[in-house]
């Protein structure tokens, strides 16, 4: 990949959080996050002129484009306000309200990040085919909302398919404890993951400032905080569950939690090597199956579920 130069443009795509169940139990009210956001974006935008920007909002029922908000009519217009500031602050906060108050409820706070991510990095897509110039792209993810297992195989698509962009994620989690999908979001993509506590929730500005908003080019010379303790482990795909071992299957490499004869996601069918065949002895169910080897006469490996530590 070519090294980004000092004079080139960055497209960002904003994922706000609006879920309000999350935001309850936050010591930082959600339209004081927005405002923080807000003036975030204005100092991404004076950067260059020539940066892009995208904003989207996502809870627990749907996702919608913030800014550029389609059908949306011009913001009054306002002498002492730069006009591109102006455009984004008017659309961005009457967005996020109308999501708020279109929420009858967020449930437990699991909010369609996967579903975001996969608007962003069509949006990206689009753009970059029909850019003239370089553009550098990245995600900000700013998350509320606790991570759903049952978003795992979404997210983590859409976390190799951003890798295979050269697209970075970053994340910044307000609200609870770390999010372990966010966090190898950002590993995996070269991003940067921070997670404000209950005193730090007033330094969100300052957090997204420091450590968000440099470009490709300024990372490059900047030393940018690092993440030891990152949970690697993966959800399964039948239970949904977090795994620390896990059975995986070698066609479609689907992870279980339980062995089983059939892949309920490829139908393949798998063969093991029974203990004691043959030889008058009860067969007995294997503790792992291994993927067994080619045959010498050259054939392909026959299909096997192999035990896996995740942790």
């Not at 909010?111 to 900000?140: F, Q």
């Not at 291994?290 to 995740?310: F, I």
Request: charged share 15%; proline share 4%.
């Amino acid at each position: 990949m070519a090294e980004p130069l000092e004079s080139e443009s960055s497209l960002l795509v904003v994922v706000l959080d609006v879920n309000a169940g999350a935001w309850a139990q936050s010591a930082l009210p959600l339209d004081r996050a927005l405002q923080q956001a807000v003036i975030f974006i204005n100092a991404y935008l004076a950067l260059n002129t020539e940066n892009r920007l995208v904003v989207l909002g996502t809870n627990a029922h749907e996702c919608r484009y913030l800014y550029p908000a389609p059908g949306g009519g011009a913001p009054a217009h306002d002498v002492q306000v730069y006009e591109q500031f102006r455009a984004v602050d008017a659309r961005l906060l009457s967005g996020a309200a109308a999501m708020v108050d279109g929420a009858a409820s967020d449930g437990a706070g699991h909010s369609l990040v996967s579903r975001a991510l996969s608007m962003a990095l069509c949006h990206i897509r689009r753009t970059l085919s029909s850019a003239t110039s370089k553009v550098w792209p990245r995600i900000l993810v700013l998350s509320a909302g606790s991570d759903s297992t049952r978003e795992y195989i979404s997210l983590m698509n859409s976390i190799f398919a951003a890798q295979k962009m050269s697209v970075l994620i970053d994340a910044c989690k307000v609200v609870g404890p770390d999010s372990v999908f966010l966090q190898q979001a950002a590993d995996i993509t070269g991003g940067n993951y921070v997670r404000l506590d209950a005193a730090g929730s007033e330094s969100l500005l300052q957090t997204l400032m420091f450590t968000c908003l440099a470009d490709h080019y300024t990372r490059g010379i900047l030393n940018a905080p690092g993440n030891e303790l990152i949970d690697f482990r993966a959800t399964c795909f039948c239970h949904k569950r977090v795994v620390d071992i896990g059975f995986v299957c070698s066609v479609c490499l689907s992870i279980f939690c339980q062995m089983a004869p059939v892949c309920s996601t490829c139908q393949t069918k798998f063969s093991f090597k029974i203990a004691g065949a043959g030889k008058g002895r009860p067969a007995a169910a294997p503790a792992a199956a291994t993927a067994s080897a080619p045959s010498a006469a050259g054939g392909t490996p026959s299909a096997a579920m192999s035990s896996l530590n995740l942790s």
